[in-house]
């Protein structure tokens, strides 16, 4: 897949640009002149092999110098994007549109097409979707692993709630253990005959519910396993970092993706809503509000490693000392670390160490 600078103006470089909104079942595409914005074609293709090999067949007709703009290059138009990635295409990242770009309400989804191309052309900065390989495995991976852990928590907390409420006869054999013992000792637990309904069915269903949470904790630790390899053969110096383990570094990874994607440093920290957004109004031109866009994930990564190192890491710790005196409050040390943390990780991403480092 041919990639574009950051900087580049589409209309240099392209005679149409190809915008297409995504669905489950169904893609629709929008021909659109690079140098007037005007329509030249429109179709609607089943989202199979087939139907993509018909929208590029469509669009060959209309010109060799394309890009093509996809809303959900990750999602519902992940299999497209893989095509023209085969096929050396330029491929730019969209997001949905804007409900207030939308004149008059208008929707359809030809005229998302159209304004995906239109958006397009007029951003200053152009977005490249991320790649697959190491980086998608590891997605899958820590997506998965999430919904376990999830899961394993969600099941130990109606655990405990159902031994608080428990007949006296089950609550006693609990009485004293952390959470931890509390599972193994449910999951051990046999029914006797000569218990009433109501005993026996709760023991039978925190049993249950015991060796659920079980299942699911041991597939996240394989999940976890299978993350720390990919990690350690892709990028093993993150691994180097205080703070950084295998589960932070992998959702850093995810979300930069590979070098160019991200064109600086500030739009990396923005990305992670760790860069702090003006509010300036009037004479007042020091006044700053808190990011709460960006990737959610990447923003608990950072928090997660500022969080160890002021627990861990003695530096950490003595910038954490000296900001107290300034005046500055924890919250605020906090967000100052994750924009400090959150450059450095983009320097050290964008410049992997060399072989003869390692050595």
């Given at each position: 897949?041919?990639?574009?600078?950051?900087?580049?103006?589409?209309?240099?470089?392209?005679?149409?640009?190809?915008?297409?909104?995504?669905?489950?079942?169904?893609?629709?595409?929008?021909?659109?002149?690079?140098?007037?914005?005007?329509?030249?074609?429109?179709?609607?293709?089943e989202a199979t092999c087939e139907g993509y090999a018909e929208l590029i067949e469509f669009t060959e007709r209309?010109?060799?110098?394309?890009?093509?703009?996809?809303?959900?290059?990750?999602?519902?138009?992940?299999?497209?994007?893989?095509?023209l990635s085969e096929r050396s295409e330029v491929v730019i990242e969209l997001d949905r549109p804007v409900r207030?770009?939308?004149?008059?309400?208008?929707?359809?989804?030809?005229?998302?097409?159209?304004?995906?191309?239109?958006?397009?052309?007029?951003?200053?900065?152009?977005?490249?979707?991320?790649?697959?390989?190491?980086?998608?495995?590891?997605?899958?991976?820590?997506?998965?692993?999430?919904?376990?852990?999830?899961?394993?928590?969600?099941?130990?907390?109606?655990?405990?709630?159902?031994?608080?409420?428990?007949?006296?006869?089950?609550?006693?054999?609990?009485?004293?253990?952390?959470?931890?013992?509390?599972?193994?000792?449910?999951?051990?637990?046999?029914?006797?005959?000569?218990?009433?309904?109501?005993?026996?069915?709760?023991?039978?269903?925190?049993?249950?519910?015991?060796?659920?949470?079980?299942?699911?904790?041991?597939?996240?630790?394989?999940?976890?396993?299978?993350?720390?390899?990919?990690?350690?053969?892709?990028?093993?110096?993150?691994?180097?970092?205080?703070?950084?383990?295998?589960?932070?570094?992998?959702?850093?990874?995810?979300?930069?993706?590979?070098?160019?994607?991200?064109?600086?440093?500030?739009?990396?920290?923005?990305?992670?809503?760790?860069?702090?957004?003006?509010?300036?109004?009037?004479?007042?031109?020091?006044?700053?509000?808190?990011?709460?866009?960006?990737?959610?994930?990447?923003?608990?990564?950072?928090?997660?490693?500022?969080?160890?190192?002021?627990?861990?890491?003695?530096?950490?710790?003595?910038?954490?000392?000296?900001?107290?005196?300034?005046?500055?409050?924890?919250?605020?040390?906090?967000?100052?670390?994750?924009?400090?943390?959150?450059?450095?990780?983009?320097?050290?991403?964008?410049?992997?160490?060399?072989?003869?480092?390692?050595?």
């Amino acid at each position: 897949m041919t990639s574009l600078t950051d900087s580049i103006d589409l209309r240099e470089v392209v005679d149409v640009v190809i915008g297409v909104d995504t669905h489950v079942h169904t893609h629709s595409a929008a021909v659109v002149d690079a140098r007037t914005g005007g329509v030249l074609g429109e179709i609607t293709v089943e989202a199979t092999c087939e139907g993509y090999a018909e929208l590029i067949e469509f669009t060959e007709r209309h010109a060799a110098l394309r890009a093509w703009a996809i809303e959900g290059t990750g999602s519902h138009g992940a299999g497209l994007t893989r095509v023209l990635s085969e096929r050396s295409e330029v491929v730019i990242e969209l997001d949905r549109p804007v409900r207030a770009k939308r004149r008059n309400g208008a929707k359809s989804d030809p005229l998302d097409a159209i304004r995906a191309a239109r958006e397009a052309l007029a951003r200053p900065r152009l977005g490249t979707p991320r790649t697959g390989g190491d980086r998608q495995a590891l997605a899958v991976l820590v997506t998965a692993r999430r919904s376990a852990i999830q899961a394993a928590g969600d099941a130990q907390r109606q655990l405990f709630a159902l031994i608080i409420a428990a007949p006296e006869q089950i609550r006693s054999r609990f009485r004293g253990q952390q959470l931890k013992t509390m599972i193994r000792t449910a999951a051990a637990m046999r029914t006797h005959t000569t218990w009433d309904l109501e005993t026996t069915t709760t023991v039978t269903t925190l049993r249950t519910l015991a060796r659920r949470s079980q299942h699911l904790q041991a597939e996240a630790d394989d999940y976890e396993k299978t993350i720390t390899a990919i990690v350690k053969s892709w990028r093993p110096d993150l691994l180097d970092q205080p703070g950084i383990g295998p589960i932070t570094a992998a959702i850093v990874l995810c979300a930069w993706s590979h070098p160019g994607r991200i064109h600086s440093e500030a739009a990396f920290a923005m990305l992670a809503g760790a860069a702090p957004i003006p509010a300036n109004s009037g004479q007042t031109t020091n006044r700053y509000r808190l990011n709460r866009h960006g990737d959610r994930q990447l923003n608990r990564a950072l928090h997660t490693i500022a969080i160890t190192r002021q627990r861990c890491h003695q530096p950490t710790r003595d910038y954490t000392a000296r900001r107290a005196t300034e005046g500055k409050n924890p919250r605020e040390i906090r967000r100052c670390l994750k924009r400090y943390i959150a450059r450095d990780l983009y320097r050290r991403l964008e410049n992997p160490p060399s072989p003869l480092d390692a050595t």
